[in-house]
C-alpha cells in the first residue's frame, strides 16, 4: 500500500518532470499552471501544495536542466577532442536537453519574472551555461581572434543557435546527419561566412 509520503513525493515529481517537458517545449509564458496539472490529472490547488507558484516552478525545472548542461560540458571538456568537436558535443547537448532555443528560452521569461527570480535565473544561466561554455573557447587550442575574449565569443556562440531549434532557418544540407549540420553552422560561427579581403 503507498503511503501518503510515497503519494506526494510521486505527485510531487510529477510535477517537475511535466513542468520540464512543457516550459522546454512552450517557453515560460505559453505554459500555465492549469496545463501542468491537467497534463498530470491533478487540481490546481493539488499543484500549489507543491510549489508556491509558476515561477517557483520554472527555476526549479531550470535548475535542474542547467546542472545537466553543466556537467555535461565539464564531461566533454575532458575530452581530448579537437575544439570542433568539443563545440559540437556541446551543441548537441543543449539542443537534446532543450527541444527549443535555450537563450530565448530564458530572457524571454524575464519579461514575467520577480526581480528576485530573475536575478536567481541570471544566475543560473551564468553558472550553468555562459561560463562552461566560455571554458570551452578559453582553450588554447581554441585560437581566438586577438580581438575576441572568450566570454564575447561564448556570448556570440550561445546567440547564433537558434538554427539548431527549427527546421524553418535550418542551414546546410537537409539530408546531412545531426552532426554535420551542427557542424555546418558552428564553421560559420567560428570561420565566419567571408574571406577576408586581400590588401
Do not use: C, W
Request: proline letters at 5%; hydrophobic letters at 40%; zero cysteines.
Amino acid at each position: 500500500m503507498v503511503t501518503r509520503a510515497e503519494q506526494l513525493a510521486k505527485t510531487h515529481q510529477a510535477i517537475l518532470d511535466t513542468s520540464r517537458e512543457l516550459f522546454l517545449k512552450n517557453g515560460y509564458a505559453a505554459t500555465s499552471t492549469r496545463d501542468i496539472a491537467n497534463a498530470i490529472g491533478i487540481t490546481q490547488p493539488a499543484l500549489y501544495h507543491h510549489f508556491k507558484d509558476k515561477e517557483v516552478i520554472f527555476l526549479a525545472v531550470i535548475n535542474t536542466v542547467g546542472a545537466e548542461i553543466k556537467s555535461g560540458i565539464e564531461a566533454i571538456l575532458k575530452n581530448r577532442e579537437s575544439p570542433l568537436d568539443q563545440l559540437t558535443d556541446v551543441s548537441m547537448l543543449l539542443t537534446h536537453k532543450h527541444p527549443a532555443d535555450v537563450f530565448t528560452l530564458i530572457h524571454t521569461s524575464f519579461k514575467a519574472l520577480s526581480r528576485e527570480h530573475i536575478r536567481e535565473l541570471a544566475g543560473v544561466f551564468a553558472t550553468d551555461y555562459a561560463r562552461p561554455i566560455q571554458a570551452v573557447f578559453e582553450q588554447p587550442g581554441m585560437q581566438l581572434r586577438a580581438d575576441v575574449t572568450p566570454q564575447m565569443a561564448a556570448n556570440f556562440y550561445l546567440t547564433s543557435l537558434s538554427p539548431l531549434f527549427n527546421s524553418f532557418h535550418r542551414i546546410g544540407d537537409p539530408n546531412a546527419d545531426e552532426r554535420t549540420r551542427v557542424q555546418t553552422l558552428l564553421k560559420m560561427i567560428l570561420y565566419g561566412v567571408a574571406q577576408s579581403p586581400v590588401d
